[in-house]
């Protein structure tokens, strides 16, 4: 059963909680990314598991699909 966990990440001032953060992170044994790392990581799962780019752009918030493509699309080539 998944439990809700507190936010990290505050929307009005866009800073983080640097305590609760590294408390996520030893609790689950994650690496220490950068929100910006973190949410390549996600879109790099994304495509690995040949989610549809138009899906992912959405996600990302991406003006349009050229920039999710361009983006993450060698990493399809290097699949193959």
Known sequence: MMRAIQLIYCLQKRTSSPHIQIVILE???LP???FHGLRHSYASFMVSKNVNF???QEQ???????ETIN???LLTMKDK
């Open 54 to 56: 138009k899906i992912i």
């Open 60 to 66: 990302l918030g991406h003006v349009n699909i050229q």
């Open 71 to 73: 983006t993450y699309s």
């Open 27 to 29: 609790r689950h044994n």
């Open 32 to 34: 220490n990314l950068t």
